[in-house]
Every structure is written in structure tokens, then in C-alpha cells.
């Protein structure tokens, strides 16, 4: 990121089952459910660079 002095704000609707899930896993890594749901972010661009260019992005567990 250029600047990750200023942080654009963004809203976002999630599922209570969904925000439940992303809480527990928060409170698991000892952040924020807005620093997880960054961190997460940004590990995928990370991999999604990683993988170069018009690469397919890995397959969830459980896709054929």
C-alpha cells in the first residue's frame, strides 16, 4: 500500500454468522475483527501477487 498513514474507511454488511466466525478467529490471533479482517486482505493480495498475473487463485478445501 502507498500510504498506510491514512486508511480509507469502507462499509461493509457481513452475515452474523459470518461476523461470529471472523470474531472468534480475531480473538484466536489477538486482534481487532477490523485488523483481521485487514490482515486477511492482505495475506490474499499477497498470494494473489505471488501467484502472478491471471493466475487462478488456490481452490477452497473442499472444491473439485
Known sequence: MK????KKQ???RL???L???LSRWA???FRSINGQIEFLL???IKRRE??????K???NEGET
Do not use: F, Q
Not at 50 to 55: H, I, N, R, T, V
Open 3 to 6: 500510504d498506510d498513514k491514512t
Open 10 to 12: 469502507v462499509p461493509l
Open 15 to 17: 452475515s452474523p454468522k
Open 19 to 21: 461476523y461470529a466466525e
Open 27 to 29: 480473538e484466536d490471533d
Open 42 to 44: 492482505s495475506e490474499c
Open 50 to 55: 505471488g501467484a502472478g498475473k491471471g493466475a
Open 57 to 59: 487463485p488456490p481452490k
